[in-house]
Structures are given as structure tokens and as C-alpha cells.
């Protein structure tokens, strides 16, 4: 069965330091790829997504991720967080060619301290 | 302001007694979807509506069923909540039913069963 799956549940960061988080998703075919934030008490949205050309994707507030498909992965990273990024972060697929069933991560609970 | 709109934040229901959470949308987006999230899971795709057309997905348990009498509203009824359907239940909208289509969600509906 497809599945996506977030390396890290809960990450605690001081501002000004990199973020990386994980997604390694499991599908043998061509997938499109999202990345959606959920900021405290808000509804799920759009980060940035991949569907094809440069593997490298920028989306809002400075964050960026890069498909790599030999790895199965869509690691999302921004070079300095600020205390605003504290969110929720979810990776999600959606295999091509069918309908639009996304397919979420469990989510990673990201914590900026000052 | 908020385009998919989800009533009511907290509900509480007795086990067994039926349910119905509700949603609406300003965007005039042909597919709505319902997810169900429970705690530290992955979101999970229940079913949709394109325009009218009901799409359930396999592994969704009769006892949740869905309403859509126009293009703005969108109902999720649980006919008898057990223990296990205590769950964030989301909406989300989109555009068209491509993979590629982004979703626009709801801020979510916390359901306890007592």
C-alpha cells in the first residue's frame, strides 16, 4: 500500500538554526508531492508542492524542498527559522493519474524557541 | 476570511447516538473531501464529492456517510460513533478532481464519543 512516512514526530529548534524534515514516501510510480503547514488553532495549507521539472521547489516564507526520486524523498528545509515557523508540518502524495487522494505523513510538530 | 468553513470547532456526542458535522465552502469548488485525523495520526481520506457524484473510499466503514445537497454544503454523518471515531475531521475543497489541485481545508472538527 502507498504510505508517507515523517522521520521525525516532534522537532525543537532555537531561531536562526536550519531545519530539515524528512519524508520518504513508498509508490512505485510518478507522484505529485506537497508539503502542507498547520499553524497553532489554524486550518492545513499549502507550503509548496512538486509536480514535475527542477527538483528543487521553493514555496512560501522561505522554504524550499528537493525530490530526490532514487531516494523516494521530499525532505523539506529552510536555512533559518524563525519562531513563527512553530507549526505542524505535513508531507503528503498523490500518485498521477488519478484522482486527488492525497496521501499525508503523520506530521511533524515543529517547535522554534528566541 | 475563512472559504471552507467547518461547524461546529467541538462536538461531543454519546456512543451510538448519530452525528453530523457540517461544512461549507465560498469557493465554488467543484470536489469537497473528508478527512478523518486521529490523535498523532496521518490525515485519512474518507470519501469526496465531484460536483454530485459520491466517491467512497474502500476501507471507510459504513457507518460513516456524507451529504452534499448543493454545490456550497457538505455533511458528514456518523450513523452510530463508537469509542474509535474520536477523531479531527477535516474538509477540504478543490477546484477539480486532478492530482495535481490544490486543497483548501477547513480549520477541522474535534469529535469525542462518550
Known amino acids: 500500500a502507498q504510505s508517507v512516512s515523517q522521520h521525525n514526530h516532534h522537532v525543537i529548534l532555537s531561531e536562526a538554526a536550519s531545519l530539515e524534515l524528512g519524508c520518504n514516501y513508498s509508490?512505485?510510480?510518478?507522484?505529485?508531492l506537497f508539503w502542507y503547514v498547520q499553524y497553532p488553532g489554524q486550518h492545513l495549507q499549502l507550503l509548496l508542492k512538486y509536480f514535475s521539472g527542477d527538483p528543487l521547489v521553493k514555496g512560501i516564507k522561505g522554504f524550499e524542498a528537493e525530490f530526490i526520486k532514487s531516494k523516494f524523498s521530499f525532505n523539506l528545509r529552510k536555512p533559518s527559522v524563525q519562531w513563527s515557523d512553530t507549526a505542524e508540518y505535513f508531507c503528503a502524495v498523490n500518485p498521477t493519474g488519478g484522482y486527488n487522494k492525497l496521501i499525508f505523513g503523520a506530521g511533524t510538530r515543529l517547535a522554534v524557541h528566541p | 476570511d475563512a472559504m471552507v468553513i467547518q461547524n461546529p470547532r467541538y462536538q461531543v456526542t454519546q456512543f451510538g447516538k448519530p452525528v453530523t458535522l457540517s461544512c461549507s465552502q465560498t469557493l465554488n469548488h467543484n470536489v469537497m473531501y473528508w478527512y478523518q485525523q486521529k490523535s498523532s495520526q496521518a490525515p485519512k481520506l474518507l470519501f469526496h464529492?465531484?460536483?454530485?457524484?459520491?466517491?467512497n473510499e474502500a476501507d471507510t466503514p459504513d457507518n460513516f456517510q456524507s451529504r452534499r445537497p448543493n454545490t456550497s454544503f457538505c455533511f458528514l454523518d456518523i450513523r452510530s460513533p463508537g469509542l474509535g471515531d474520536a477523531a479531527m475531521y477535516l474538509c477540504?475543497?478543490?477546484?477539480?478532481?486532478?492530482?495535481?489541485?490544490?486543497?483548501?481545508f477547513g480549520s477541522g472538527t474535534q469529535l469525542s464519543v462518550l
Open positions: 509508490y512505485g510510480g510518478t507522484v505529485n
Open positions: 464529492y465531484y460536483d454530485k457524484d459520491f466517491n
Open positions: 477540504a475543497t478543490s477546484f477539480d478532481i486532478g492530482g495535481e489541485e490544490k486543497l483548501f
